[in-house]
């Protein structure tokens, strides 16, 4: 059996230039906000490198993934990983949790959002997909790196959480301006447009701390699973 050592023939991607600067932009902050995560749960340079990677790349594998056309940019396009990892390595170089650039954090998480949402939005349109799908994979992209770093860490993902500030919706928002703009011919104007629409909406939100509304119930938790079963570790049966 011969190992076959020559070049794959790999399909192109289709991208634009604003697109991959909007990507990438997402990738390196995503990186740090995930690495961040790694010293506030005490790990080591592996823990800060893991978690950056998948915040920087998670969404966007899963959006080219659905997208099926070609591989995941990231294991084509080199840039991907080294925005990835530089983002890693500041958060571990640096000290960004406290002091001045505690406000910077907010300003970063809020820029992670619009940039991964506004890139998967508009890469979904350029392989030709329908509006309503460019809206659907945005989303995605800007949250689904972060679901899979809080999966990793065994925390509820941000996005379901009850805290402060519209995650989801801030996606929605950039996504949504971000294909006005498209489809009206502006391309360079739906990313920045976008991105600055998403960005503020979850700025805002924090700052005022407005937050979806929860299910209240009227009757006190009792145990067992969320349909009023046995606890796991009772049996169903009971001989």
Not at 54 to 69: C, E, N, P, Y
Not at 112 to 122: D, R
Not at 174 to 181: D, I, K, M, Q, Y
Not at 203 to 209: F, T
């Amino acid at each position: 059996m011969s190992l076959d050592l020559t070049e794959p023939n790999v399909q192109e991607q289709v991208i634009s230039l604003g697109t991959l600067v909007a990507d990438l932009l997402g990738v390196f902050s995503g990186s740090v906000l995930g690495a961040l995560l790694a010293e506030r749960r005490k790990m080591d340079l592996m823990g800060f490198l893991v978690l950056g990677l998948v915040s920087g790349v998670g969404g966007g594998i899963l959006r080219d993934t659905l997208l099926q056309v070609g591989p995941p940019l990231v294991l084509v396009k080199p840039a991907y990983l080294v925005a990835a990892f530089t983002g890693a390595f500041a958060a571990f170089l640096f000290e960004l949790r406290h002091g001045p650039t505690v406000k910077l954090l907010s300003m970063l998480d809020a820029l992670t959002l619009g940039s991964f949402a506004v890139a998967g939005t508009q890469r979904t349109l350029e392989v030709g997909l329908s509006p309503g799908t460019a809206v659907l994979i945005g989303i995605i992209t800007a949250s689904g790196g972060g679901i899979i770093r809080d999966v990793l860490i065994r925390r509820t993902p941000t996005v379901m959480r009850p805290e402060p500030g519209y995650y989801a919706i801030a996606a929605l928002a950039a996504s949504v301006v971000c294909l006005a703009f498209s489809l009206m011919g502006h391309r360079r104007l739906a990313l920045a447009a976008g991105m600055a629409v998403g960005a503020l909406v979850r700025l805002i939100s924090v700052r005022r701390g407005w937050r979806l509304p929860v299910k209240r119930s009227r009757q006190p938790p009792r145990k067992g699973d969320d349909f009023g079963g046995p606890p796991d570790s009772e049996q169903w049966v009971k001989p």
